[in-house]
């Protein structure tokens, strides 16, 4: 979506008219506000009985997005993608808003594109979906895509037919790469080949010399520093496999939010394909759940990890997937400890009994007192010991509770540095889970 944003020169904003605004429509939003593109919004289902397309535009309001029914500036169409009722209004508002924004294109011009996505297919071997911006992209064309190059072998379009050129605002699937570029990464055709190798290598010396450079400089005070801090943080590693470069990155920047000074998640790998024996290894070694976004284990891969005992989580949709991950890190957290005060007792007299040590001879002045409480000595205000009761006695016999007023015995576990006037307080402690 980001990417997308960045690329195009109108956002068509697509809304459900049954779902309303989604987390996904206003992510959508944002990163159409902070690529400063203009938006139509599309308002799809709109012939659904339990469709109320006023609905989204007073949703869309909350989110500054003022539509032209509510004398604002942002065009709305209400459309059926089924019925096809609408479409030709949507296209006519983008066409409006194009003349608007007097957009052209020099198509004859050496092409320049973005890569929207990449993947290593099996038959065809690294693709990239490039989004032609200027110029006419064709077969044959030999071009440098981020670190990468090659030489136009085929176009693909968006129905999976082969096309001979691209012009610009035409999305194809580029063959002839010699690696797997970057999924934001700008493509340029070069004149020739020699151009186009010296070009990718330059750029990978220069990537590698900052990776170089990220990982030097730590001096020993640092490491031990660095170190320290870990030995209070909980780490949660996982590994991701996902079908697109894309969304291999959306999920770790997205797990990398997830966490707080005490649990941090740990992405040890990510990568593009189907899950392998050689990530159920590695996931093994370390560790680590793995997380399959859109791919799946094959046969071989499955039988490892049941062999293992590796756990493998699917998921289709980014946002159970971080969810699924909170809910995991959460167990993590140290439990918060919530005390209540039930009671005050003041130490009376200390009696000495040979088997049992130093008994404090108590009146409980407020509340009450519990044998499975926790206790604290308080001297002069000052708490001395926090700890356990050994003994609850009224009389001679052992009771669970002392109400207030009423006279008792106490002793404590392991203490006995007890004197008259000495205070103590008696409370209840309750785990409470966090969550992130």
């Known amino acids: 979506r980001a ?12 809304v459900a008219a049954d779902d309303g605004v989604m987390p996904q429509t206003i992510e959508a939003i944002n990163h159409a506000k902070a690529a400063k ?36 500036e942002v065009l709305e169409v209400e459309v059926s993608a089924l019925k096809s009722t609408g479409l030709d209004k949507l296209l006519d508002a983008i066409a409006l808003q194009s003349e608007l924004m007097e957009l052209s294109a020099n198509k004859v011009r050496p092409a320049e594109g973005a890569v929207i996505e990449a993947k290593l297919d099996v038959g065809k071997g690294p693709v990239a979906t490039v989004l032609v911006l200027k110029g006419t992209l064709k077969t044959g064309d030999i071009f440098v895509v981020g670190c990468q190059w090659g030489k136009v072998r085929a176009l693909l379009d968006d129905t999976g037919s082969a096309i001979q050129e691209a012009t610009p605002s035409v999305p194809v699937e580029v063959l002839g790469l010699n690696g797997t570029p970057e999924a934001g990464d700008l493509l340029n055709v070069v004149a020739n080949e020699s151009k186009a190798r010296e070009l990718a290598n330059y750029r990978a010396q220069i990537l590698k010399d900052k990776k170089a450079a990220l990982g030097s400089g730590a001096s020993f005070e640092q490491l031990l520093a660095n170190a320290k801090i870990k030995e209070n943080i909980s780490e949660l590693p996982v590994l991701v496999k996902s079908d697109v470069q894309g969304s291999a990155e959306a999920i770790v920047q997205a797990l990398n939010k997830v966490g707080n000074e005490e649990v941090v998640i740990k992405v040890i790998y990510s990568g593009v394909g189907a899950i392998t024996e050689s990530d159920i290894l590695l996931a093994e070694a ?22 293992k005992n590796v756990e493998i989580k699917y998921f ?4 159970d997937l971080v ?16 005390e209540s005060f039930i009671g005050y007792a003041e130490i009376k007299q200390v009696f000495k009994v040979s088997d049992a040590g130093k008994i404090a001879g108590c009146i409980i002045t407020e509340g009450l007192a519990k044998k499975d409480a926790g206790v604290r000595l308080l001297r002069d205000n000052i708490v001395i010991h926090q700890g356990k009761l050994k003994t609850l006695k009224r009389f001679k016999d052992d009771v669970k509770e002392v109400q207030s007023g009423q006279e008792c015995g106490m002793a404590f576990e392991n203490y006995d540095d007890i004197r008259e006037k000495d205070v103590i307080e008696i409370f209840l402690s309750k785990e409470i889970k966090r969550s992130l």
Not at 286 to 306: K, M, T, W
Not at 316 to 319: F, N
């Open 37 to 72: 593109v203009p938006i139509i919004v599309a308002i799809n289902k709109s012939d659904k009985p339990d469709g109320d397309p006023n609905r989204i535009r007073t949703e869309l309001l909350q989110h500054e997005v003022i539509v032209e029914s509510m004398s604002g």
């Open 3 to 14: 990417r997308g944003a960045q690329v195009t020169d109108i956002v068509v904003l697509v």
């Open 316 to 319: 289709s949709i980014i946002y």
């Open 323 to 338: 969810d699924t991950i909170k809910g995991l890190a959460s167990g993590l957290l140290s439990p918060k400890i919530e």
């Open 286 to 307: 370390s560790d680590a759940p793995l997380i399959g976004f859109n791919v799946r284990a094959n046969s071989p891969a499955r039988e490892l990890a049941n062999q």
